[in-house]
């Protein structure tokens, strides 16, 4: 028998890593892998925190011996995987065990599995896991849905694990089903969207101005001591003064300019337009990957159409700005999205919950993101994070800035997408009366689809000239 608090299966970079984190932090585990080489290897490595953990060859030896009710955290692929991972393992556990899925899973799949399990009188837990292979092993912050009763058993292991902001474990149960790997897949999206303004910012300094990398990298470095400071900034600033050991080059001048994905950027912006809003930061930024990924068509474009003009670089405090600026509007469409699907699903989000346990541990840590929990704990109008008060004053500050980087870029031809889409959709969300009467006159002339008249209730037709 083993006394093991939580079994891990999945010896993986991330599941060894969430393994050697409890186990420092005296929490007795369990582990596993599908093929058995992987154990001894890791409890190898393991060094002296191999007293706290016990290795099995097989996930039924290691379900055999745990006491019920069992918490098993898979680190397995969250697709198909996970689903065959079911049909194996649901004979083998008892009414009331847990099992946890912390991979970037498909918040569909994981409302489906919830639903699936509880069948058998058993939970699943979708539980996102953000910080990497360093936050998964030192802190990381976790998004949690699931049941009470499972919550109950994983608390006191995942606060122990977390990352600490101000002593405050940065892990929260968000709700039931989907509600973890949803909030998950936002917070990447909103990654995806301030690495790419980063990368606008950097590329306007380098291919705009050509700025060494190095010059770039000490810009940053002292953003990263202000406003912007975020693990983004941060690395970036490393990033940009790495040496490449094989030539002596800029690391980042040695590296293909074509962005990779695994999808979790692209399902944010699918599931913010089925839930009718517009993550347009993270689509631009999505968008963006996939035009850096079709290389040929660009190095074709570079020669077949007219070539951007010298850039007036825009001041040192503008890049700074703008960056703040397009920060705070793509965490709001994040924040929007997430409120949502909160009311779509009766998931009862807590943003400002959300923003606390993103303050420490995940990869979209910042500053930023400290004064963003302050927000939610204060009035709202419409609760629309860029409305509320703090952010409306700095966004007063720093959107001027946005639009004169915005502009500096689009007039000599430099493509900022991310900037500009948060630009645009400020300028949109200040307009109380917009241009979507003339989209409404259209519908109804070619299609008699009516439109709502200010002066008058109900739907209506116009009476067009022919
Ligand atoms: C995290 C990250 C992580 C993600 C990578 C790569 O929070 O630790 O979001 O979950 O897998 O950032 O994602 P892409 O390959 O889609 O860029």
Redesign the pocket.
């Known amino acids: 028998m083993s006394d093991a608090k939580i079994a891990i299966y999945g010896l993986g970079t991330m599941g060894s890593a969430l393994a050697l984190n409890m186990a420092e932090k005296g929490v007795k585990i369990a582990v596993s892998n599908r093929s058995s080489d992987a154990v001894p290897t890791f409890l190898d490595e393991a060094g002296e925190l191999a007293v706290q953990i016990d290795g099995f060859d097989t996930l039924e030896a290691m379900i055999d011996a745990l006491p019920s009710p069992r918490t098993i955290l898979f680190m397995i692929p969250s697709t198909g995987p996970m689903d065959d991972m079911m049909d194996h393992v649901i004979p083998l556990l008892s009414p009331g065990d847990t099992v946890i899925d912390a991979g970037?899973a498909d918040f569909h799949a994981t409302r489906a599995r919830s639903a699936r399990l509880s069948e058998h009188d058993l939970h699943f837990v979708g539980m996102g896991v953000?910080?990497?292979e360093e936050?998964a092993r030192t802190g990381p912050s976790m998004m949690v849905s699931g049941t009470a009763h499972s919550w109950e058993q994983l608390q006191p292991v995942a606060e122990a694990i977390a990352a600490k902001f101000d002593g405050v474990p940065c892990v929260a149960h968000l709700g039931p089903d989907g509600a973890g790997h949803f909030v998950k897949m936002v917070?990447?999206g909103i990654?995806y969207a301030d690495m790419q303004a980063i990368s606008e910012v950097y590329g306007l300094m380098r291919y705009g101005a050509g700025e060494a990398p190095e010059t770039i990298g000490a810009r940053f470095a002292c953003w990263n001591a202000g406003p912007l400071k975020s693990f983004l900034t941060e690395i970036t600033a490393k990033i940009l003064t790495s040496t490449d050991d094989h030539t002596g080059q800029p690391m980042i001048d040695v590296i293909v300019d074509s962005a990779?994905?695994?999808?979790?950027?692209r399902w944010t912006v699918i599931e913010a337009l089925k839930l009718g809003q517009s993550a347009s930061t993270i689509e631009a930024a999505v968008g963006a990957r996939i035009w850096s990924s079709q290389r040929d068509r660009r190095a074709a474009g570079a020669t077949l159409l007219d070539g951007p003009g010298l850039l007036d670089l825009p001041s040192d405090e503008d890049l700074e700005a703008a960056l703040m600026a397009a920060r705070i509007l793509g965490h709001a469409q994040g924040f929007d999205v997430m409120q949502t699907a909160s009311e779509d699903y009766d998931w009862a989000l807590d943003m400002g919950q959300i923003a606390r346990i993103w303050r420490a541990g995940?990869?979209i840590r910042s500053a930023l993101l400290d004064d963003i929990s302050e927000a939610y704990e204060g009035d709202m109008p419409e609760r629309s994070l860029m409305l509320a008060p703090a952010m409306r004053a700095r966004l007063a500050d720093a959107v001027p800035a946005l639009r004169r980087v915005v502009g500096a870029a689009v007039a000599s031809g430099y493509p900022v997408p991310v900037l500009s889409a948060a630009l645009a959709w400020h300028d949109s969300m200040r307009q109380a009366r917009g241009s979507a009467s003339m989209i409404q006159a259209q519908r109804d002339f070619f299609g008699h689809h009516g439109f709502a008249r200010l002066d008058d209730a109900g739907q209506h037709h116009g009476s067009w000239t022919r």
């Open positions: 970037n953000s910080g990497g936050g917070h990447n990654e990779g994905q695994k999808g979790t950027g995940c990869i």
